[in-house]
């Protein structure tokens, strides 16, 4: 019996109940508790009624206790906690839910999603430390700033080998645009920019880190410090040709937006892949053209003021003899340079000492001399230098025999003299005998 009399209530309902018994005792009017408690005058009157009838018990919801008739079938959320283990493992709450709908045909919310993965152990609440940093606003037109960066991730899960995203987002609306490649290089930034432009023109600017293809490590020449210049990496020198401004950024938060749709793309796009089956370069690049136009038209902004400051591209630029590797080489006596250890031969009749070799996006090499292209063959080994051939003649050589005045002589005989003026009588005796034998 005094299990009975307990009423369990929350502070909102306590508080209910105080201010309609201040209504059945008439020190509050019921338009003034409607006011109060958010409700509308009826609903006070109904409220009223009931706890005049039922006491205390009359302010507790009438289906406190029961199951909630939205409530999503048992059978069902057990069939959804096993597609999430097996085909949709490691999807976020939010892309699990939209993926469930999209092929499965279930329709379920992202919150109630997470809640039951986090009570099944499947998903961990996440909380995010952020280090407050200055707010810079977004740039008001399109095209007037663009984040570049490359993302190095295992974006085939194994079944394909590691590669790197090149990325670009547009910092008024948010438009990306991305392509595959197996480095972060020269030549593939070049490559993905050149992608860009047929797509949406020359930016006037773009936002990028300080990665040694982006920036040059060199230093600072005499040739330099006279011209108050910089050493430019290639990238940087296509993109002055180009007439694009190069912003260098100082960490990575300063380039936040490309960095998020980096952690996007490697949570939502890696899945989409793997539902897919894709597996290489080729064939993830074909996925992008279907994957970010939807991506776009789903995350994209409107920018704060209307215009595309993209600039189209001048029909006299060639872009392939902009965005390319350019060296410059001496050229040697014999016609022939030294390009990335390898030997090459100019077949063309010039007078220089300097050549530029131009690696092309597509792997083709030019060897040009003041915008003419020259015609080389590559060498296996250098040539050898053509030596005159040699006469060997053989003369008869002269003995000299000196006279017997000559200066030597007269030393010798000296010298024999002296060493018997030094010798024992003898010695010196038996000497002369001896040379009196030899000349008998």
Same mark, same amino acid.
């Given at each position: 019996m005094v299990?009975?009399?307990? @009423?369990?209530?929350?502070?909102?309902?306590?508080? *209910?109940?105080? $201010?309609?018994?201040?209504?059945?005792?008439?020190?509050?009017?019921?338009?003034?508790?409607?006011d109060k408690l958010d409700l509308s005058s009826r609903q006070v009157r109904r409220i009223t009624k009931r706890v005049k009838e039922e006491g205390d018990t009359g302010i507790i919801h009438k289906l406190r206790g029961h199951p909630s008739r939205r409530k999503v079938p048992d059978k069902i959320k057990h069939k959804i906690i096993l597609l999430y283990k097996g085909k949709y493992k490691g999807f976020g709450p939010t892309l699990a839910s939209e993926k469930l709908f999209e092929i499965e045909r279930i329709k379920i919310s992202d919150e109630t999603l997470r809640n039951w993965l986090i009570k099944? /152990?499947?998903?961990?609440?996440?909380?995010? #430390?952020?280090?407050?940093?200055?707010? *810079?606003?977004? %740039?008001?037109?399109? /095209?007037?700033?663009?984040q570049?960066? &490359?993302?190095?991730h295992d974006w085939f899960e194994g079944r394909g080998p590691k590669c790197v995203l090149m990325g670009y987002i547009d910092d008024a609306k948010s438009t990306a645009s991305a392509r595959f490649y197996e480095y972060e290089g020269t030549l593939p930034a070049m490559d993905s920019f050149k992608s860009y432009i047929k797509h949406y023109g020359v930016p006037h600017s773009v936002y990028l880190d300080k990665h040694t293809t982006y920036k040059s490590p060199a230093k600072p020449s005499i040739k330099d410090e006279l011209s108050n210049t910089k050493p430019l990496s290639q990238f940087e020198r296509a993109l002055k040709e180009?007439?694009?401004? +190069?912003?260098?950024?100082n960490s990575p938060q300063a380039k936040g937006r490309i960095e998020r749709l980096f952690r996007t793309l490697q949570d939502r796009l890696i899945k989409e892949m793997r539902l897919r089956g894709v597996k290489n370069i080729g064939q993830a690049n074909k996925f992008l053209r279907y994957y970010l136009p939807v991506y776009?038209?789903?995350? &994209? +902004?409107?920018?704060?003021?209307? /215009? !595309?400051?993209?600039?189209?591209?001048?029909? #006299?630029?060639?872009? !392939?003899?902009? $965005? =390319? *590797? *350019?060296?410059?080489?001496?050229?040697r006596n014999d016609s022939? @340079?030294? #390009?990335? %250890?390898k030997l090459y031969q100019i077949l063309d009749e010039i007078n220089t000492k300097k050549v530029t070799v131009e690696e092309r996006i597509n792997g083709k090499m030019l060897i040009s001399y003041k915008g003419k292209h020259l %015609?080389? %063959?590559? $060498? =296996?080994?250098?040539?050898?230098k053509e030596k005159p051939e040699q006469v060997y003649g053989f003369k008869v050589r002269k003995v000299y025999i000196p006279p017997k005045d000559h200066p030597w002589r007269r030393f010798k005989i000296a010298n024999h003299r002296q060493d018997y003026n030094y010798l024992p009588k003898e010695k010196v005796d038996q000497n002369k005998k001896e040379l009196l034998l030899r000349k008998t």
């Open positions: 299990e009975k009399d307990i @009423i369990t209530m929350n502070q909102e309902e306590l508080k *209910r109940l105080y $201010l309609i018994k201040k209504v059945i005792s008439k020190e509050l009017k019921q338009v003034e508790a409607a099944d /152990g499947l998903w961990e609440k996440r909380r995010k #430390h952020k280090i407050h940093r200055q707010w *810079r606003k977004r %740039k008001p037109r399109f /095209g007037e700033m663009v570049l960066d &490359g993302s190095h180009l007439g694009v401004n +190069v912003i260098h950024a776009n038209k789903r995350f &994209g +902004v409107e920018p704060m003021e209307k /215009g !595309d400051l993209h600039r189209p591209l001048p029909e #006299h630029i060639d872009l !392939d003899t902009i $965005l =390319c *590797r *350019r060296t410059d080489h001496t050229l022939t @340079i030294v #390009h990335s %250890k %015609k080389y %063959k590559q $060498l =296996c080994q250098r040539p050898a």
